[in-house]
């Protein structure tokens, strides 16, 4: 979608999904605990949702658990744990006064029971919200997701609700945690890593990749212009030829 901002049009991302990648070296930097990073980060990505709405994205769609991060150290994962029972205490409450779409994720069945009932309180509450889609991957894992999408469809063909024709491309997104969710247009990854580290391995198929050096709780509306513009500039041909 085409935007004006501080006086330039840039093409906007429709979705944009982000790694939240370098809380630790924050910290580090600041000689403070790891889950200090978390925490600054958690505060940091309160005021990026406001942010990239305003920018004019949609779709917002952020790495906060990896299927891999269960292999910290358990206080690490306690204190991640810990802080998102603080950030969704009043998640619901500001999805609706911020008209925010919220969805988790990855594999619910694993995270503590209690934090599987706030998901569903904040998923129901702001359901019916029409501003941004904010999607929160929590024990994420791009294969763990094709993985379960896989033995869902298998299980379909082995009842007989559908045949081996069925199985398109579309079938498939339609069977993916982001079922009704577009791919993403731009991946950004924060803190100098260049990796995709399991995010998104089939919805990121045609997307452009940003990376920058700013580490996550530093992340800013700046450096998303600067996001948005490379995106802009580029010219994406979906494998087709002009
Ligand atoms: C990567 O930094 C960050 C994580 C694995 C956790 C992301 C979590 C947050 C930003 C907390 C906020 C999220 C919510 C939903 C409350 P890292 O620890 O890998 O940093 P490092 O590479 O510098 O060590």
């Known amino acids: 979608m085409k935007k004006e901002i501080d006086g330039v049009v840039y093409d906007v ?4 999904a982000v790694i939240m990648d370098g809380n630790g070296r924050w910290a580090k ?16 990505l309160e005021r990026c949702c406001e942010e990239v709405w305003d920018l004019g994205v949609k779709y917002f769609t ?12 358990a206080d690490e994962v306690a204190g991640i744990m810990d802080l998102f029972r603080t950030y969704m205490k009043d998640l619901a409450e500001r999805g609706i006064k911020n008209n925010m779409r919220i969805r988790i994720i990855g594999d619910k069945t694993a995270i503590p029971q209690d934090i599987q009932d706030m998901i569903r309180n904040i998923e129901e509450k702001t359901a019916p919200m029409t501003g941004l889609q904010f999607n929160i991957a929590i024990n994420y894992g ?9 033995a869902k469809i298998a299980g379909k063909v082995k009842a007989g609700e559908i045949t081996e024709e069925d199985i398109t491309e579309e079938y498939i997104s339609g069977n993916l945690d982001t079922w009704d969710i577009p791919d993403p247009d731009l991946l950004i990854r924060t ?3 260049e990796r995709i580290s399991n995010y998104l391995l089939w919805q990121l198929a045609y997307a452009e990749f940003y990376f920058t050096d700013v580490l996550w709780p530093d992340m800013n509306r700046n450096e998303f212009i600067k996001a948005i513009k490379y995106y ?8 087709g030829a002009k």
């Open 62 to 73: 952020v790495y906060a658990f990896s299927t891999e991060n269960w292999k910290r150290s």
């Open 191 to 193: 803190s100098g890593e």
């Open 142 to 150: 791009g294969r763990d997701e094709i993985r379960r999408m896989v």
């Open 29 to 44: 930097k600041r000689l403070m605990p790891r889950v200090m990073g978390h925490r600054a980060g958690a505060k940091t």
């Open 232 to 239: 802009s500039d580029r010219d994406r041909r979906y494998g």
């Open 13 to 16: 991302p429709q979705h944009m």
